[in-house]
């Protein structure tokens, strides 16, 4: 019955936390797809400023004169890229004036149309302009500039990324299908995706860098159209190696192509780039990584081997070849783990309370059963002195006896059958005292020796009655040694005891009940034994309690109300006394500790 209760209980229960261990590690799955949405929406809308910033800026910008439209005519000024890229200065941000600046920014180039490498910061001494500013400006860090020119001349040879037009393309260009046909046959060209109108002085300037003093731009190239033309500008490319990213990008003034670019050092960009997600992940049990060609370009977070992928993709153009990967540890999903073991306590505490009471119910039942076994026997332990005393009683009252010496043993016998029912019943009244507390403890300072003496006297007769020897053997110390205890319980626990040494002994082929009363150390005890069939050691923790019998009720040979022991037990512990019972091939010892001699 218990287990079908537990059953109906814990099947509910174990769907239920089932069904809620799912949602919650589905609501811990979606947390998580959010989490990298939106560390993936963040760094798009990151990389897309800074390229939105880069790719709408003027064809203009990278060369190193300016020109501008003042009252009365035009102005040139430096450009911005004039000065040496400070990719790590103080002001270097994305909101700066100078927005040339970007962390880890090497430099801006130009390849022109004939294939020449420009670069604002480290002018080409062939040409007018540049031959005028090494001439009219000290460049402290002129080295440092040639090491950078010269890397990114490095880098475009290595990405293959050039410039040049076929010979063709000095003839003059009239039509729109003629211009398609151009663009097929350089494919290296990108196409236009925006047009920025100019006029012809700012081209002018513009085209004055990239003319050198040896050669000059073929006139028959359509460049310019009346007072403005129009500078078709192509969406910034990357190319990348294991350090660097090349942005670069294709614009056409007339049918004129020209590339322009610059130079990321990589680690130093997408470091500066994901700055918010190493701030919000390094602590989280999440990773982020971006890799490109299985190699890991930039790593967040501490990636171990318990964390999972949980999204692998690409970066928005251009930078798609990057993969954008993020990982996250089982942590992340404890909510759903905790509701489980939550349940799984929460059944294991319903198992336990359910077995405790179960055996709560048990041991009434059974205390239940010896309660019926008991009235059971007091029953017959009443009946049966009670019939004998009926019976001598009527024989005398009758005058069916006769014979002097008859009578008096029939009187002695209805004595004894009286002092039987008197102790059966005192018994029962003392149990009751104790299961109520009401036990009146007088605890004396008295001798055990003298206790004992008493019990002799008054108990040795009706020992020796039942065809018995009673020994007494005391240790000679034990004589004059007073113990705080309460002589009455003394007194019924010794009775007790005896009488339990006479019920199954009856049969022993040595009638004997040794009484002994030693003194070990700080130790005195009351020792009583006799030689009967002792108990079966599986039955030792059982025999002190109330109502129970070793022998079956339906089969015992011997009588008794399975009280005795039980009575004994809480007789010793109300008096700060302790028993002790042990085998003693034969018999039976029982051993009542007193309380120590230093008390």
């Not at 410039?163 to 000095?170: F, M």
């Not at 056409?252 to 990589?266: A, E």
């Not at 002097?404 to 009244?429: C, F």
């Amino acid at each position: 019955m218990f287990v079908l209760i537990f059953l109906v209980i814990a099947i509910p229960l174990t769907i239920l936390f089932i069904k809620t261990y799912e949602q919650s590690s589905a609501l811990e799955e979606k947390k998580i797809e959010e989490r990298i949405d939106a560390a993936y929406e963040s760094l798009r809308l990151r990389l897309s400023s800074d390229f939105n910033l880069e790719n709408s800026r003027s064809y203009k910008d990278y060369g190193i004169l300016n020109s501008i439209t003042v009252i009365g005519g035009n102005s040139r000024l430096f450009s911005e890229f004039f000065s040496f890229p400070d990719s790590s200065g103080p002001y270097c941000d994305f909101d700066s004036l100078y927005r040339q600046c970007r962390k880890g920014l090497v430099g801006h180039f130009q390849i022109s149309h004939s294939g020449e490498l420009l670069t604002p910061f480290y002018p080409d001494t062939s040409t007018g302009i540049g031959k005028s500013m090494w001439d009219n400006f000290s460049f402290d860090d002129q080295e440092q500039r040639k090491k950078t020119r010269d890397l990114i001349q490095l880098l475009l040879r290595q990405l293959d990324i050039k410039n040049g037009l076929p010979k063709r393309t000095v003839q003059t260009v009239d039509s729109t299908e003629a211009i398609d046909q151009l663009y097929d046959e350089i494919p290296d060209l990108q196409i236009p995706t925006r047009v920025e109108l100019t006029s012809e002085e700012e081209a002018l300037t513009y085209m004055a860098e990239t003319a050198k003093n040896d050669t000059s731009v073929t006139p028959d190239i359509p460049i310019f159209n009346g007072s403005n033309t129009n500078v078709s500008i192509t969406d910034l490319k990357i190319r990348m190696t294991s350090d660097y990213i090349v942005f670069f990008r294709t614009i056409y003034i007339g049918m004129l192509p020209i590339v322009q670019g610059f130079v990321v050092d990589k680690g130093i960009y997408l470091n500066y780039m994901t700055q918010e997600e190493q701030i919000a992940y390094t602590e989280l049990p999440y990773a982020i990584e971006l890799t490109s060609d299985d190699k890991v370009l930039l790593a967040i977070g501490k990636n171990n081997a318990t964390y999972t992928i949980k999204t692998s993709r690409p970066l928005p153009p251009p930078y798609e070849k990057i993969l954008f990967k993020m990982y996250a540890s089982p942590a992340a999903n404890s909510t759903g783990f905790t509701v489980l073991l939550s349940g799984i306590v929460m059944l294991i505490v319903i198992a336990v309370c359910l077995v405790t009471i179960y055996r709560f119910t048990q041991s009434k039942v059974a205390l239940a059963s010896k309660r019926q076994d008991f009235v059971s026997a007091i029953t017959h332990e009443l009946k049966t002195p009670l019939t004998a005393i009926k019976m001598y009683a009527e024989l005398l009252q009758n005058s069916w006896v006769a014979n002097e010496e008859k009578k008096q043993r029939y009187y002695g016998q209805i004595a004894s059958e009286a002092d039987r029912l008197s102790r059966l019943i005192q018994n029962v009244l003392n149990l009751s005292k104790l299961d109520g507390n009401r036990w009146n403890v007088q605890l004396r300072k008295e001798r055990p020796k003298a206790v004992l003496d008493d019990f002799v006297a008054t108990y040795s007769r009706n020992i020796e009655k039942q065809g018995f020897e009673l020994t007494v053997s005391t240790d000679t110390d034990a004589d004059n040694i007073t113990v705080l205890i309460d002589r009455d319980a003394v007194m019924q626990i010794l009775m007790n005891l005896v009488d339990n040494s006479l019920k199954f002994s009856k049969n022993a082929s040595y009638k004997m009940v040794n009484i002994e009363l030693r003194v070990n150390g700080g130790d005195m005890y009351l020792a009583v034994r006799d030689y009967g069939p002792g108990i079966p050691a599986a039955e030792m923790k059982k025999v002190f309690q109330e109502f129970y019998r070793v022998e079956n009720e339906m089969t015992r040979q011997t009588s008794g109300t399975g009280i005795g022991l039980s009575m004994v037990k809480k007789l010793c512990t109300l008096s700060n006394m302790k028993i002790e019972i042990e085998n003693a091939n034969p018999g039976l010892r029982t051993k009542i500790h007193f309380p120590p001699l230093d008390i």
